[in-house]
């Protein structure tokens, strides 16, 4: 073979082994991407999925907390996956003091209509099934509380937690007593009592819940549930089917609630609620006031979406949402108004008053805290008031416009001026002449003249 023509072949080998940086970069870029895709995607996939697949197993699920839209979602995703499993039971540990009446009504539809035994379970020592916790409790086809726990308590109050009157509290309270009568007599409990539970607001300990039937039995452990279970003859599903429990030989599985579940559950607290709402309408006041700034309005938008879904999850007295609203139009229109503070001062008391009003209930456990509320409306009334300290030395200072606003500033050399170079001035780089002499890279000089996009510039003088 000719030897120009072996070196042209060798040559071609080379330019074959050495790789485009271009194309390497954008291969790496695509790898990365395709990394990061398939982790988000394994993320919602581990948050998301049945948690539960082995079957014949007893399942256990568990939430403490307000019966409310994520409460619902949980036990009817656990009670499917028990149906998908062939699950001999499933236990509900249920600590809760109440919540709302069209959860509760979902998760009793659910009960009944589920086709494995669903066991409830007042649990642990030191918690109760208030209000709506009542009805779900004894809607269980085998009821059960741990020692120490209580039931009652189930008499209607308003979206507020204000007691209702006149002709709405009768109907209202006829409803859920008829309700939770016809769940006692599906279950063989005691009805008569569990009226008086919503008519009379009475509650029972665990102890005296067994006692008048209102509960098939006291277990202060999962597996004493188990035990005393063992052996009975419930009813389920629609077509009311007589099961025999076997539980004692099956494996034990906790179902517990997946990131998603946790993540809505967070933020179905009042104080996240208020917090949520205060920060979302803050963020896009600071959007309105620097328009261009992406991502406090996006942090807005998505915190009071997330915050009126908490308040879909809870007794809201919407008075106190409009108060809280209220706040921030008064804080945003101190802000072009000079109003010398006083309307600062509304919008800090509008947003007390909208924080207390926002649960404004007499259980603790739907409240916002109070130091929460005056915290929140003692920092976001300074912050306006440094915003408006800030607009005012603003509006008071001298106006420069064009090459004025120039003129007598400080530059920085960012190259040798002899006579022409470039200075750094305002974040950007301008062509200047020196007016006498050299200036060294690195020295300050002092703009005397603006031509177009020239700079005259003299050496500054050192003090």
Not at 21 to 30: D, T
Not at 412 to 421: I, K, M, N, T
Request: net charge negative; proline share 4%.
């Amino acid at each position: 073979m000719p030897s120009g023509l072996r070196c042209l072949r060798a040559r071609l080998r080379q330019v074959r082994q050495v790789p485009c940086p271009s194309l390497s970069i954008l291969a790496g870029r695509r790898r990365r991407l395709a990394l990061w895709a398939a982790l988000l995607a394994l993320g919602i996939a581990a948050a998301c999925a049945p948690s539960v697949d082995e079957r014949g197993a007893v399942h256990v699920l568990t939430y403490d907390g307000a019966v409310d839209p994520v409460m619902a979602g949980y036990i009817d995703r656990g009670i499917d996956e028990a149906e998908r499993t062939a699950a001999r039971a499933v236990v509900l540990r249920l600590d809760t003091p109440g919540g709302l009446v069209s959860s509760m009504e979902e998760v009793v539809k659910r009960i009944n209509a589920s086709g494995v035994p669903v066991i409830t379970y007042v649990w642990p020592a030191g918690g109760h099934a208030a209000s709506a916790g009542t009805f779900i409790t004894m809607a269980g086809h085998v009821a059960a509380m741990a020692p120490a726990t209580r039931i009652g308590a189930a008499s209607p109050v308003g979206g507020g937690g204000e007691d209702i009157e006149g002709t709405l509290e009768e109907k209202i309270t006829e409803d859920l007593a008829a309700l939770i009568t016809g769940i006692a007599q599906e279950r063989g409990r005691n009805a008569e009592w569990a009226e008086r539970a919503v008519r009379e607001a009475v509650s029972a300990s665990s102890r005296e819940a067994v006692e008048l039937d209102v509960v098939d039995f006291e277990a202060r452990t999962l597996d004493s549930v188990l035990e005393q279970a063992e052996g009975r003859t419930v009813r389920v599903g629609e077509e009311n089917r007589p099961v025999t429990l076997r539980l004692l030989d099956a494996p034990v599985v906790e179902n517990n609630r997946t990131l998603v579940e946790r993540f809505l559950a967070l933020i179905s607290d009042p104080n996240i609620a208020f917090l949520l709402l205060s920060l979302g309408a803050l963020a896009l006041v600071f959007e309105l006031l620097n328009p261009g700034a992406i991502v406090p309005g996006v942090f807005g938008a998505i915190a009071l979406v997330l915050g009126f879904f908490s308040l879909g999850t809870l007794p809201v007295n919407w008075a106190g949402v409009a108060l809280i609203g209220l706040a921030f139009a008064l804080f945003v229109a101190e802000l072009f108004v000079s109003g010398f503070g006083v309307l600062g001062v509304g919008g800090a008391v509008a947003l007390v008053l909208g924080g207390l009003l926002l649960t404004s209930t007499s259980n603790p456990d739907f409240q916002v805290d109070r130091w929460l509320i005056y915290g929140m409306a003692a920092v976001l009334a300074a912050f306006f008031m440094m915003v408006m300290s800030a607009l005012l030395r603003s509006r008071r200072a001298p106006a420069y416009m064009g090459r004025q606003a120039l003129i007598g500033r400080m530059a920085v050399a960012r190259s040798p001026l002899d006579p022409e170079g470039i200075v750094f001035l305002e974040g950007a780089r301008w062509q200047a002449t020196v007016e006498s002499g050299t200036v060294q890279e690195g020295e300050q000089v002092t703009v005397t003249d603006v031509q177009g996009l020239k700079l005259t510039v003299k050496k500054t003088e050192e003090r």
